[in-house]
């Protein structure tokens, strides 16, 4: 296996929120930095203006971004998650991708709301680490 995620006793249980505390990846293991993906479709447009449209089409293209290198969902260490105008309501889409992508072992990650990202219409961006084994 080419990394571990560890959630600590003594904090809390992170996984019903779709992350985890910490991922650990041994040494000499090539990591795979997957740039921002959004909610686009081939031709780069965005697919939807829902933002639970956005949040799963966002994942699914994390998701060819990582075949293109011979891997998957699951060897994904860290994810960095932007939101446009973020409030507690797209907690729930988040979470439900993540759980069914990862059910229960996600991986480490950040949420940062932003007023915005590259263009008008995109409400979600996520950046991933993935590891190979």
Do not use: C
């Amino acid at each position: 296996m080419a990394h571990a995620i560890v959630n600590p006793d003594g904090l809390h249980d992170p996984v019903p929120f779709g992350y985890s505390h910490t991922a650990t990846v041994p040494g000499g293991t090539e990591l795979v930095f997957v740039a921002g993906q959004y909610g686009s479709g081939p031709d780069g447009a965005v697919v939807s203006a829902d933002f639970a449209d956005q949040v799963k089409r966002t994942f699914h293209n994390i998701g060819v971004a990582l075949a293109a290198h011979g891997l998957g969902l699951r060897h994904v260490v860290q994810l960095r998650t932007y939101v446009v105008d973020h409030d507690v309501s797209k907690l729930g889409p988040i979470t439900a991708a993540v759980r069914e992508g990862w059910s229960t072992e996600p991986p480490a990650q950040t949420l940062i709301g932003v007023a915005g990202l590259a263009a008008p219409d995109v409400l979600f961006e996520v950046e991933a680490v993935a590891a190979r084994p």
